[in-house]
């Protein structure tokens, strides 16, 4: 009977079920590990592209390149897909991998604690405990809706709702319709409300640079030519892929053409607005690329419409049903639709991690800001990685490739620990000197980049902390994650029946113990983008 009541155990427990988390459990299954749960607070896959279904919502990332490369799709309806075809293209993957036995949905993790005497997680969820020896973060960045504490809000009386929340059973047709925020969803939401709503009012706090998407239709030769000679499709993967990563050495290395980006973006609003002043309202002050810079083909165009105003000095006060912005402009609406971001920079996740010395994640982090060596595991929370973790975020390119480097370091993790562990378990911390020279490294490179000009952007936190972007090419960051350097870890193994219970430290097995960590962490900032070198490893 008391082996019923055992707590289950698991290898990997993943949470999340969008890209990162499905490719985790994907790039598992092919390491031959089984043994893993995937952690689902909602009903069904797709993370982000589950919540979201706002009028509008697609990817400003060519599909072609923001798909697995395990799992090629030719039949992309669109350059540019829609959220539907997303969130189908992950079910297919989910079941063409075998993965829907790993998932268990409709279950929300409330806690994470480590455990340093068995040297495992201990993962409290809504459906009940299980403990893990490794557990996976794969929340994404945008997976908790961020709304701004405005005064009188509460006294509102019309519908309230944040883009990631949409309330489909609400008919916007004929209505006052207000937008807070003109970032990455405002500017699909709006073209596509434009058409049906009575008045449109968009409260914009600071203009984007916007550049055209050229969206089109993928034909159905195209799809044909994909399905039957499946290298076609690899050579535009890998042409997009060179283009972006093109434009992100543009934006991290040769500021000084950032002025020809800022003028393809200025024709592209003269085009579709005529009027002087609505221009001015849109034009930014600030270098482009200081803030994500936006794809779109409508949105010029939509906010050029007679039935739409844009007021730009930002949503200040709510009285009743009249919106008042920060200079004093009045607006009456029916419903606001928030398109305030998320948290970024303070993931909700990190106050659910209880590390080694039973601080919190977001505690270790309060002083110096959200940081992890190479992206993916932090000092003090043994056997813990992120997916998309700190300063991974792009801003031209796919963060599928982001997601895919960091698989290849979880997955060699987990080699190195199957090594170590010599049937007893082990556990790898990394050492605070490792954590701290990449990062410090990591800030030097972007204090001189287009990313701290002076412009206020989800990559930086609340201090001004560029703390969410990732400096240079997916390429480069592949080439820092393409496997685990123990040097830069403490290995933690637990002793034998004699000693059950007891925790020891292991040995290093390369390098000087006491210079071993610094040297290596040295060598990884090296390797930072503007630091590339010839590994002789």
């Known amino acids: 009977m008391a082996a019923e009541h055992e707590q289950e155990h698991v290898r990997v427990a993943v949470i999340g079920t969008g890209f990162g988390g499905l490719g985790a459990a994907v790039r598992l299954r092919r390491a031959g590990v089984t043994d893993f749960v995937l952690l689902e607070r909602r009903g069904a896959v797709g993370g982000t592209w589950h919540d979201n279904t706002y009028p509008g919502c697609a990817c400003d990332i060519p599909s072609h390149l923001y ?34 036995q790993h998932i268990r949905f409709d279950t929300e993790v409330q806690q994470m604690t480590w455990d340093a005497e068995e040297l495992h997680w201990r993962v409290e969820t809504s459906r009940g405990a299980l403990t893990a020896d490794v557990v996976v973060s794969a929340t994404g960045p945008l997976s908790e809706p961020k709304l701004p504490d405005i005064p009188g809000l509460d006294s509102f009386e019309g519908k309230v709702f944040h883009s ?5 059973d609400y008919d916007l047709r004929g209505k006052r319709v207000a937008v807070v925020g003109t970032g990455a969803s405002a500017i699909q939401i709006i073209p596509a409300i434009q058409p049906v709503v009575g008045e449109l009012t968009v409260f ?31 050579l535009r993967r890998l042409a997009l892929w060179g283009v972006h990563e093109l434009e992100t050495q543009v934006f991290a290395k040769y500021p000084k053409l950032l002025p020809a980006v800022e003028k393809v973006s200025t024709l592209h609003m003269r085009r579709a607005v005529k009027d002087p002043e609505l221009r001015r309202k849109l034009t930014p002050d600030y270098r ?13 165009p939509a906010l050029a419409k007679p039935n739409a105003h844009v007021i730009d000095s930002g949503l200040q006060e709510v009285r009743g049903n009249t919106l008042v912005s920060a200079d004093g402009r009045e607006a009456e609406v029916d419903a606001i639709v928030f398109c305030s971001g998320f948290h970024v920079s303070d993931m909700p996740v990190a106050d659910l991690v209880k590390g080694a010395d039973g601080e919190t994640l977001a505690e270790s982090w309060a002083e110096d800001g959200m940081n992890a060596l190479r992206g993916t595991t932090t000092t003090g929370f043994p056997n813990f990685l ?65 990313w701290e000009t002076g412009c206020t952007s989800w990559y930086l936190d609340a201090q001004g902390r560029p703390v969410a972007v990732w400096p240079g090419t997916t390429a480069e960051f592949r080439k820092i994650t393409r496997e685990v350097w123990l040097e830069e870890y403490e290995v933690l193994r637990r002793a034998g029946a004699g000693r059950a219970g007891a925790r020891r430290k292991a040995p290093l097995l390369a390098g000087n113990v006491s210079r071993g960590a610094a040297t290596h962490a040295f060598h990884a900032a090296e390797d930072m983008p503007g630091h590339a070198r010839e590994d002789a490893r």
């Not at 990631?164 to 489909?168: G, K």
């Open 67 to 100: 798909s697995f490369s395990f799992a090629p799709n030719p039949e992309w309806p669109r350059s540019f897909s829609p959220q539907p075809d997303i969130r189908a293209y992950l079910e297919r993957v989910t079941d063409t991998f075998g993965l829907r």
């Open 164 to 168: 990631a929340t949409w309330d489909h």
């Open 204 to 234: 914009q706090r600071t203009p984007a640079w916007v550049v055209p998407r050229n969206d089109r239709r993928i034909t159905k030769a195209e799809r044909k030519l994909h399905a039957r000679f499946p290298a076609t499709q690899k």
């Open 288 to 300: 482009v690329g200081c803030k994500r810079t936006l794809v779109s083909d409508d949105y010029y």
């Open 386 to 450: 992120f997916v998309i973790g700190p300063n991974t975020g792009l801003g031209t390119s796919s963060m599928i490739l982001i997601i895919e480097a960091q698989l290849n370091y979880l997955i060699d993790y987990l080699r190195k620990l199957d090594t170590l562990g010599g049937g007893d378990k082990a556990a790898l911390d990394v050492r605070p000197i490792a954590q701290h020279t990449y990062n410090a490294k990591l800030r030097e490179r972007i204090s001189s980049s287009v």
